[in-house]
């Protein structure tokens, strides 16, 4: 049977976009849909415009602590509407990007939702279209809980929008996108709350790093309280919300935000017209090579349910344009040992396991910490503490883990995970010179381990 296109593509995301670009870029006729925005949720409502708004939130630190270096300004004020008006314009320019990067790569660009007729057929826009492979690229969705009042709140898609600036604000959950917001709005200004019905939160993350993370947050004011839960929401007639927890209690303010998980997003998608089956957790059950029970499908990104990061998306995306169209070049994605950051203030960088990962997974284990203030901080203020520790394997020397809070966590550990990726072992790091005067420097001058 002769298709339409080699490749279609569903959803024009991290994911999606690099699977499309590739495969055309080896030959392939490809088209892409996408019903919302090009570059998907890490580019519109996800990682660009969040880590704008974490820059936006530790100016306030810089400007209070330049006094230290004898600068004076008259007291400074934020506004809102120009950061996210700012904000708006970079991320259109970033659209366009993607609009030109598909159409110069010969990808065929159809912008509406698309639905599955058969394994085999996609509509868009009242069109059918044909293709040998399709590919669901499609994302996830917040998850709202079901309670009382939860009109009232918002999630992150609707977070980057909002007019202005709450004064109070409350975010319940206890993943690194519901702590990621609540720094921003404490770095704003906002009297924040975080709930999370846990002991702590970032569960997964190394102890030591969750629980250096809480003080820090405390220190600055955050109001963090863990182990409950909210119950209701009620809107008051001046337009404030009076939030109800499950211990009776209420709280006042301005906006609630809901930061509780995600969902695949396969809404009217049409998968009942194909063999595509879901895993236990909800999500699109693909094999090692990313396709779905449907042997025509394939499926890949968060929609899959994997590592819910950019990065993995786009490596997924790139092994499948290798695998279906230059397979000479196929090398599968390694899922080990990815680094990953919490955009905090301050930020969390990680890499490799845990202490509990390692000695779980049966390690005879040596740790190494350093707790520091760093030299920046010096001539200001804050008692801010940066914090680094190495896991590190007794019996062999191979550095495990490296976890970091503090300044610039996420672009120190870039590089660290590529030393643990080559396998450095502590001896390694020793003999690795330090840039002084840097933080990350401590990192290979760590000499004595904590006591076990
Ligand atoms: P997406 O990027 O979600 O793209 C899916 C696309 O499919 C969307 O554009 C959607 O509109 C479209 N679509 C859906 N259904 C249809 C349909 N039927 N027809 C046509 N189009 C459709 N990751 C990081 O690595 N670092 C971060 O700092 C980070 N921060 C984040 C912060 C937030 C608030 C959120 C929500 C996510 C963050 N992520 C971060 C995660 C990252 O955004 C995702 O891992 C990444 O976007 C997944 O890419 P994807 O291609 O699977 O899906």
């Not at 019996?395 to 590089?415: F, N, R, S, Y």
Request: proline residues 4%.
């Amino acid at each position: 049977m002769a298709f339409d296109y080699d490749l279609f593509v569903i959803g024009a995301g991290s994911g999606g976009v690099r699977a499309a670009r590739f495969s055309a870029g080896f030959g392939a006729r490809v088209a892409i849909a996408e019903s919302r925005y090009l570059g998907g949720t890490c580019v519109n409502v996800g990682c660009v415009p969040k880590k704008l708004l974490v820059y936006g939130a530790h100016y306030s630190e810089d400007l209070e602590q330049a006094h230290a270096y004898g600068w004076t300004a008259s007291a400074p004020t934020f506004d809102w509407p120009t950061l996210i008006a700012n904000k708006n314009e970079e991320i259109q320019r970033l659209n366009g990007v993607y609009r030109s990067l598909l159409v110069k790569s010969g990808v065929k660009l159809f912008e509406g939702h698309a639905r599955l007729v058969d394994p085999h057929t996609v509509e868009v826009n009242g069109e059918r279209f044909t293709a040998e492979h399709i590919l669901i690229a499609t994302g996830t969705w917040p998850n709202v809980p079901d309670i009382p009042g939860k009109e009232h709140a918002i999630t992150s898609n609707e977070v980057f929008f909002l007019g202005q600036l709450p004064k109070r604000v409350l975010v319940m959950g206890g993943g690194y996108i519901a702590v990621e917001f609540a720094s921003i709005f404490n770095g704003l200004g906002a009297r924040t709350t975080q709930i999370y019905r846990g002991e702590l939160f970032l569960r997964g993350f190394d102890r030591s790093i969750r629980e250096h993370l809480r003080d820090e947050l405390t220190k600055k004011g955050l109001d963090l309280r863990f182990r409950t839960t909210i119950k209701r929401i009620d809107k008051q007639p001046d337009g404030s919300l009076s939030v109800t927890l499950d211990d009776g209690s209420t709280i006042e303010t301005d906006l609630v935000m809901f930061a509780t998980g995600r969902r695949p997003m396969v809404d009217n998608l049409g998968l009942e017209n194909t063999g595509v089956t879901f895993n236990d957790d909800g999500f699109i059950r693909v094999d090692e090579h990313y396709v779905s029970t449907e042997p025509s499908i394939l499926a890949l990104g968060d929609v899959i349910g994997r590592v819910q990061l950019t990065p993995v998306a786009t490596a997924e995306g790139m092994a499948v344009a290798r695998r279906l169209f230059r397979p000479a070049e196929y090398r599968p994605v390694d899922y080990h040992g990815i680094p990953t950051a919490v955009f905090s203030l301050p930020h969390i960088g990680t890499v490799g396991l845990t202490e509990d990962q390692a000695v779980l997974a049966g390690h005879n284990i040596t740790v190494y910490e350093s707790r520091f203030g760093t030299l920046k901080l010096a001539l200001t203020e804050s008692n801010e503490k940066t914090f680094m520790r190495l896991i590190v394997d007794a019996d062999t020397d191979k550095v495990l883990g490296v976890h970091m809070v503090g300044a610039e966590a996420g672009e120190i550990i870039q590089g660290m995970a590529v030393a643990l990726k080559a396998g450095a072992t502590k001896r390694v790091f020793d003999d690795t010179i330090g840039i002084h005067p840097t933080s990350a420097e401590e990192f290979v001058t760590m000499r004595t381990p904590i006591a076990a």
